[in-house]
């Protein structure tokens, strides 16, 4: 026990000498010295050292002459007998205290009187016993039937100590039971034994046996509960255990009680019942920290994710939570869903919750009407949690899918949309179609109708030739006139074949067979020679990536000769003409580039090249119809052509058809 510095001893009394000293020696009644002590900070005493016993005394109490142990160590009845409290008093007021006493405890049986004086800082007790005085017969009758009582109840005592020790020794906790204010150890059962590992504590004040109880302030709670007589309780305290060797301190956890106990009326000690929890310890600790860990996972995913056991209470929810409901995580935890989602979302969820409590697994999309200003469309998983075939409860995950869901019914309004103006273009195309249908019947017919009245026309100025030329004075002014007309009748039985010409490329569906393009390319320049050789043109030729392929032999012709035909008649006259012109062949695509060098057009002229009866130079001959022609023809088959020019340079026409 902790006590305070010790004052110096009267020299009377540290060393009795002379007189005094045989005074004391030959005394018949006893004489002890004792001195107080106290512990650190605290002002009352807490028990009385032996400076000094006289012979008397020593062989009353069966003591040598300075006793090393404490009075309340020797004699621990003192304090529940008053004795103690008697010699409190006489030193705390320095007045004489008298004291008489029936002591039957700790090895002693006698009537004692006392008196106790203080000296200085000493404290003088005087007592005597007075069992060797002779005693009448009453009184020796009363004190054997007293011996005879304390007997039985010591007997009756001592079984029941028998019997709680047993508990205690079987109870699977460490239990101390501790005596007196210096609290020492009075009893110890094996699970204690085996938590301080052997350490020897019996007899000893624990603080003194147990150093480290006493620097991490265990003693002093037990002083606070010695005391004050009231229970104190400790969950999961850390104690640090010294290790030899200078080794790190090793840590224990305990939850314990100290309980104060007394014996006869009087306050005896502190009883400990101490359960070691350091394997729990560490294990909760290993679950918070995985805890932890989950809870930084889900705070950072953008999904709510909770836990609701039976009672439909939240136990756990992630910070996604804190957006919708306007609430920390903690704040909900215990609260009913009805009371977190509110009466409409947990009218929609209700059935669904049912069923995951039951143990199904069970995924729903829904809207939701949280608050009248806030509802969501979800999309959420219920998962049970199944533990020994008992479903505790359920995980929630509830992802926010209002944008999809908006998203996906804007496209849907959108394709009702594109579906109504589909069918109105459907329409629209079945009527151009039937306009273009009429139009080519009328083009047909009226090319078919006019070739008769041109032929006649023909024949009218074959005979009108006849008859004037047998007329030799206007022979000569005739002629020219005639010659002519020739001429504007054969452009326009020309135009009217240009015009048949179209109508059987819309209606012609030649099928497709395996061609040779380097063949049919020579072909063309065959038939092409004689204004190859009158323009003295350069052809270079290069279809090397696609010699063969499949396509129509008559439309992939009309296009080469058109192409390379007008290339060739729109020369400049500036420069030796030349025509270039590759074929190459990409995945499902052919694609022709007709390359030259002549007049070139400007930008307005490229968007006016394609329309029918179209002519932009009038220096040759020609009908307008040819381009419009072969667009129509690559359109039909759904292809594609289209020019780059500059003027004075040269222009390159591309075409796409599919293979």
Known sequence: MSTASEPMLPADVAQPTGFLHALLTMSLTAVAVLQPRYKTDQPDIQDFDWVYLNAAGQQMLRQPERPAASLLTLFPTAQADGVFTKCCRAYETSELQRHQTNYQADGLDGYFQLVAQRYENVLIVNFTDTNDQPRSAVEQALRESQAREQEASTRQRGQLRRDVLKVFQQAPLAVLVMRGPTHIVDYINDHAHKLIEGQQVLGQPLGEALPDLQAQGFVALLDQVYQSGETQHGEEVLLLSTQP????????????????????????????????????VAARLVTEAGA????????ALPVLIGYVDQERRYQFTNEAYRAWFHQAPADLLGRHVWDVVGEKAYATAAGYIDRALAGERVS???????????????????????????????????????????????????NQELLARNQAIEASNLKLTQANADLDTFIYSASHDLRMPVANIEGLISALRQELLDEPVIKRD?????????????????????????????????GRQLLDLAALVEDVRLDLAPLLAEAQAELLVDVTSCPTLHSSPKDVRSIVFNLLSNALKYRSASRPARVQLWATCEASWLELRVQDNGLGLTPEQQSKLFGLFTRLHDHVEGSGVGLYSIKRLVENRGGSIGVESTLDVGSTFRVRLPL
């Not at 005739?478 to 009748?489: N, P, Q, S």
């Open 292 to 299: 932890k860990r989950l809870r930084l996972l889900t705070d």
């Open 478 to 510: 005739v002629e020219h006139i005639l010659t002519m007309m020739d001429t504007a009748v054969t452009r326009f039985q020309a135009t009217i074949g240009h015009i048949t010409d179209i109508v059987h490329q819309q209606n012609s569906n030649q």
């Open 245 to 280: 060797d200078g080794q790190p301190p090793r840590p224990y956890y305990f939850t314990f009680t100290y309980q104060a106990y007394e014996e006869e009326g009087q306050r005896a000690g502190v009883a400990l019942f101490a359960t070691e929890v350091s394997a729990q």
């Open 364 to 414: 729903f999309e829904a809207t939701m009407h949280y608050r009248p200003d806030f509802s969501r469309h979800i999309r959420t998983d219920f998962i049970p949690d199944m533990q020994n075939e008992t479903v505790k409860g359920f995980y929630s995950l509830v992802t926010d899918v209002t944008e999809q869901v908006e998203a996906r019914r804007q496209v849907e309004a959108l």
